[in-house]
């Protein structure tokens, strides 16, 4: 009798066999459907990342509303401004002007930072914007100065000869490239560095009582100063041959003169607004022949300064503004990536999101499949048990 079973025993393994096998049903389509939901919803996201960056991230230049209000502003200087173009220029207008000075002894530094602040404060005072200066707002120096005290040299005595004067200063002056990041002041602006290296000499009679100064590159030089002057001497000697370089390296003519320093102020403007006009009418050539290159939204940025420094007439800072947006690395014809390889690229990156994305549909469509099946089967079961 063991080995036989009953009816009723037989209908309840079969009823639960029937409801394991509806858990085990309903268990996949709980555990299923968040995947399935999960691998479409990172495709959903991963594509619209990727259609704003290529169709929606881009901005409009503006280049010809941009020159016309600069060419407005910069007709504000007058006769200076319309002056023809004798040279072209290279590079933008220095907005600052770097001097790293040399001095064999100590109470000679004195005298040169004398030197430095009048010949700054020449230029403020002669600048037309020298009103708005003392406005309250704090300016940064036009000239940054490093003066540094060097007691020692290999070459000293009645020996010395300019070709050892002029290795000795090449040395102490080969770090000007160095010097210029220390002087930077303003990271947007342009900073040229000078060099100066003062250097003892031995009298060789009464009469030699003046400072004698030489250029070795075109804008390092060095100066020698007699032994045994007294401080009253080198306050009038060192001033006169630090402003004797600075007036031939800046190109002005007299840092007494306020006529001579406004009109050396407003030739620095009007030759910025020829650079920065120029750039922007190079960069918008460049856009014309490329009209299929977009302006990435990065771009944006650097076009709200241009037009920030456009409207308060800082004419020696656009200058460098233009040159950053005629050479911004988006806007570069050599690195534009056309529409058809930006395609391509995008969708090496997007393929295993596309390959998550298809296996939820796939998820999704095998669920389905299953409840139909299910459903099917049970109409069959209970349209039996109704026969």
Not at 233 to 249: F, G, K, Y
Not at 348 to 362: D, E, N, Y
């Amino acid at each position: 009798m063991q080995g036989k079973t009953t009816a009723g025993e037989t209908e309840g393994a079969r009823g639960g066999e029937g409801r394991s096998m509806s858990g085990k049903e309903d268990w996949r389509l709980r555990v299923d459907m968040p995947w399935a939901v999960a691998c479409v919803g990172a495709l959903l996201v991963t594509l619209g990342v990727h259609y704003k960056a290529l169709c929606e991230d881009r901005t409009d230049l503006s280049l010809p509303e941009l020159r016309a209000s600069m060419e407005a502003k910069c007709r504000l200087l007058g006769d200076v401004f319309e002056r023809p173009v004798m040279e072209q220029f290279l590079h933008p207008v220095p907005s600052q002007f770097g001097v790293a000075v040399w001095v064999e002894r100590e109470p000679w530094a004195s005298p040169v930072h004398e030197a430095l602040d009048r010949i700054e404060d020449a230029i403020r005072r002669g600048s037309y914007k020298a009103d708005a200066a003392g406005s309250g707002a704090r300016r940064l120096r036009l000239i940054q100065r490093i003066v540094r005290v060097a007691t020692s040299r290999p070459h000293s005595g009645v020996q010395d000869d300019s070709l050892s004067l002029v290795s000795v200063a090449t040395a102490q002056q080969l770090g000007l490239g160095l010097a210029q990041h220390v002087c930077m002041v303003d990271l947007h602006g342009e900073v040229i560095m000078h060099g100066i290296s003062f250097f003892r000499r031995a009298s060789s009679s009464a009469g030699d009582s003046r400072v004698e100064c030489f250029s070795f590159e075109e804008r390092q030089a060095y100066c020698t100063i007699p032994e045994g002057v007294s401080s009253t001497w080198l306050s009038r000697e060192v001033p006169a041959a630090v402003a004797t370089l600075m007036s031939r390296w800046l190109k002005l003519d007299s840092f007494r003169d306020a006529s001579t320093v406004r009109r050396w102020a407003l030739e620095r403007e009007a030759q910025s607004c020829k650079y920065a006009l120029r750039a922007l009418q190079q960069l918008e050539l460049s856009v014309n022949a490329h009209p299929e290159m977009p302006a990435p939204l990065d771009v944006a940025e650097t076009i709200g300064r241009l037009q920030s420094l456009i409207e308060a007439g800082e004419f020696i800072q656009f200058a460098r503004a233009a040159d950053d947006l005629q050479f911004h690395p988006l806007l570069l014809p050599q690195l534009y990536i056309p529409w058809d390889q930006a395609l391509v690229i995008h969708f090496s990156i997007l393929l295993p999101v596309m390959m998550a994305g298809i296996l939820g549909v796939r998820i999704t469509v095998a669920a389905r499949r299953r409840r139909r099946a299910a459903e099917k089967v049970q109409e069959s079961t209970e349209a039996k048990k109704n026969d």
